[in-house]
Nanobody
Framework: QVQLVESGGGLMQPGGSLGLSCAAS????????MGWYRRAPGKQRELVAT???????NYADSVKGRFTISRDNTKNTVYLQMNSLKPDDTAVYLC?????????WGQGTQVTVSS
């Protein structure tokens, strides 16, 4: 099993920045990808960004150029730096890892972008 603990998030005005982090613990060997999804009210869960153990990144078109995902393999932690936030970025952000074909999910952290 893999446990994920997220931190960060909160309330920010449009145009501001927030950072999220997610630390993995437990059986952390063979973790391949780490990343973030989000779930906005009334919408389906959608991919935000992922990063593989080799550093290959993938972003949703809606966040490209604004969000940056990074990973510290020594700390088993993935980060999401969110800049130029928009009201449409309001959602619960869910950390996830993929290990040996299985996905593990965090509890989620709320990000609200509002003036």
């Amino acid at each position: 099993q893999v446990q994920l603990v997220e931190s960060g998030g909160g309330l920010m005005q449009p145009g501001g920045s927030l950072g999220l982090s997610c630390a993995a613990s437990g059986n952390i060997r063979d973790i391949y990808a780490m990343g973030w999804y989000r779930r906005a009210p009334g919408k389906q869960r959608e991919l935000v960004a992922t990063i593989t153990s080799g550093g290959v990144t993938n972003y949703a078109d809606s966040v490209k150029g604004r969000f940056t995902i990074s990973r510290d393999n020594t700390k088993n932690t993935v980060y999401l730096q969110m800049n130029s936030l928009k009201p449409d970025d309001t959602a619960v952000y869910l950390c996830y890892v993929r290990k040996l074909g299985l996905d593990y999910w965090g509890q989620g952290t709320q990000v609200t972008v509002s003036s």
